[in-house]
């Protein structure tokens, strides 16, 4: 069974500083990955989508990598705002029965300190 | 274009009473997915759906909770005889694609409290 882990569970930053997450994922048998951001108390907004084939995706400040034989994506975050501060979610759909059945991890809570 | 809209956002229960929490997916969309997200913990998968289609419910307990997506109308999970550990966030997404190749856009959530 698929298991997805987000290291670390928090981090706080000062604004500016460039920072990664990274997700490590068990089975790299993979379709897709998906990294979301939630903000507390609302929905998950998606932010980047890897295909299995891709090796990184790119949105404005953000850079998300790919490496399915070793089992890690990491997100890169470039210059930190306070905007930014939320939960990152990293998700990886393995494509059981069939269906888009995402494993997600627990997150990375950031604080981006003014 | 309005996004994944999901309704109640926040709804209580006593023990033993029903919940019903209703999805419609953005305009277009065909497959619906319900995940729930306990305190502390990730997001799980409950089921897929498509239109009057159920095609995967392995995440779903296999008693008290029901889901469809009927013709007409929003997707709809009911929870029978809450009980307290049923106190999650409920979230709805949906996606244009087959599985595999398409993003999912997630709702806001209904925030179940069993009282």
């Known amino acids: 069974k698929q298991e997805v882990t987000q290291i670390p569970a928090a981090l706080s930053v000062p604004e500016g500083e460039n920072l990664v997450l990274n997700c490590s994922f068990t089975d790299s048998a993979i379709y897709n990955l998906q990294w979301f951001r939630q903000d507390p108390g609302k929905g998950l907004t998606s932010l980047l989508l890897?295909?299995?084939?891709?090796r990184e995706q790119t949105s404005g400040r953000l850079n998300a990598s790919l490496d399915k034989s070793s089992g890690r994506s990491t997100l890169y975050i470039a210059a930190s705002q306070p905007g930014d501060s939320a939960t990152y979610l990293c998700?990886?759909?393995?494509?059981?029965?069939?269906?888009?059945?995402?494993?997600f991890g627990t997150g990375t809570r950031l604080t981006v300190i003014p | 274009n309005a996004g994944v809209m999901q309704n109640p956002r926040h709804l209580v229960r006593r023990r033993g009473q029903e919940a019903r929490l209703r999805c419609s997916p953005m305009?277009?969309?065909?497959?619906v997915y319900w995940y729930r997200q306990l305190p502390e913990e990730g997001l799980k998968f409950m089921v897929y759906?498509?239109?009057?289609?159920?095609?995967?419910e392995s995440g779903m307990p296999k008693e008290r909770f029901s889901a469809e997506f009927p013709k007409e109308g929003p997707s709809i999970l009911r929870i029978q005889q809450v009980v307290r550990g049923d106190s999650a966030a409920y979230f709805c997404?949906?996606?244009?694609?087959?599985?595999?190749?398409?993003?999912?856009?997630f709702g806001e959530g209904s925030r179940l409290t069993v009282l």
């Open positions: 890897i295909q299995s084939s891709q």
């Open positions: 997404a949906s996606s244009l694609a087959q599985a595999n190749t398409g993003e999912l856009f």
């Open positions: 305009k277009g969309h065909s497959h």
């Open positions: 998700a990886v759909d393995s494509g059981l029965a069939g269906a888009n059945n995402l494993f």
């Open positions: 759906l498509q239109k009057e289609n159920i095609i995967d």
